[in-house]
């Protein structure tokens, strides 16, 4: 597609339930980053898709969180028994060629994010 | 670790200049990002700098980069009220990686 797309847009979850957040990137785009902005904060790295490699999960807050990307396209961040400080805007972003400077027309495009979703845990 | 720092909130009059600075660490990072964010909206990729460039000009966007001090500013001229949203400033990881690291992001108001 032309842009990053996430669905659902937004999400009201009881406490305790599981869900599932996907993202689909700009198509060959073989970088793919989660990210979790929550109210008032910045971005908040969560995990990082590249290629068939390893995923760097680093960012991941804790064993509930896990995500997948499968045919190195389409991730899907799963969030189980949720919490309410889950409650987040989660961005998902695409990028080509990470770790050296694509140019197109001379500009750097940097990340392609997603308009996010909006995960609301009561 | 890596870390970029940003004032939270700025406020000014339509019409007026505003300058949005931003600190960072890591010295080896390559490009440098302004980002934006509307309320409800996704993060839209404003201008970057690549780091051997002090400034960079866009139309009414002025990036400076003074990499001695690792200091990034972001200035809008003409502010208009369409102007207000977060704004955050990204260095590019040096690695090979090539993550970008986020600042918390200046809430920019711009009254009438």
């Known amino acids: 597609g032309a842009g990053v797309s996430q669905s659902p847009s937004n999400k009201v979850t009881e406490k305790g339930k599981d869900v599932e957040l996907r993202c689909d990137p700009i198509s060959g785009h073989t970088a793919l980053y989660w990210y979790r902005q929550s109210l008032g904060q910045g971005l908040e790295f969560l995990i990082y898709?590249?290629?068939?490699?390893?995923?760097?999960k680093s960012g991941l807050p804790s064993d509930r969180f896990s995500a997948e990307r499968t045919g190195g396209s389409v991730s899907t961040l799963t969030i189980q028994r949720t919490q309410q400080e889950d409650s987040a805007v989660y961005l998902c972003?695409?990028?080509?060629?990470?770790?050296?400077?694509?140019?197109?027309?001379?500009?750097?495009?940097?990340?392609?994010f997603g308009s996010g979703t909006r995960l609301t845990v009561v | 670790g890596e870390d970029v720092e940003q004032s939270l909130f700025l406020s000014v009059r339509e019409g007026d200049s505003s300058v949005i600075n931003c600190t960072y660490t890591d010295s080896s990072s390559t490009y440098l990002y302004w980002y934006k964010q509307e309320p409800g909206a996704g993060l839209q990729l404003l201008t970057y700098?690549?780091?051997?460039?002090d400034m960079k000009q866009d139309q009414r966007l002025t990036v400076l980069l003074n990499k001695k001090d690792k200091h990034l500013s972001l200035r809008i001229a003409d502010t208009q009220t369409g102007d207000s949203a977060i704004y955050f400033c990204?260095?590019?990881?040096?690695?090979?990686?090539?993550?970008?690291?986020f600042g918390k992001g200046t809430k920019l108001s711009v009254k009438p």
């Open positions: 990204a260095e590019r990881d040096g690695g090979s990686q090539g993550n970008l690291i």
């Open positions: 700098i690549f780091s051997n460039m």
């Open positions: 972003a695409s990028s080509s060629r990470p770790g050296r400077d694509l140019r197109q027309g001379g500009i750097n495009y940097g990340y392609t």
């Open positions: 898709f590249q290629g068939n490699s390893a995923p760097d």
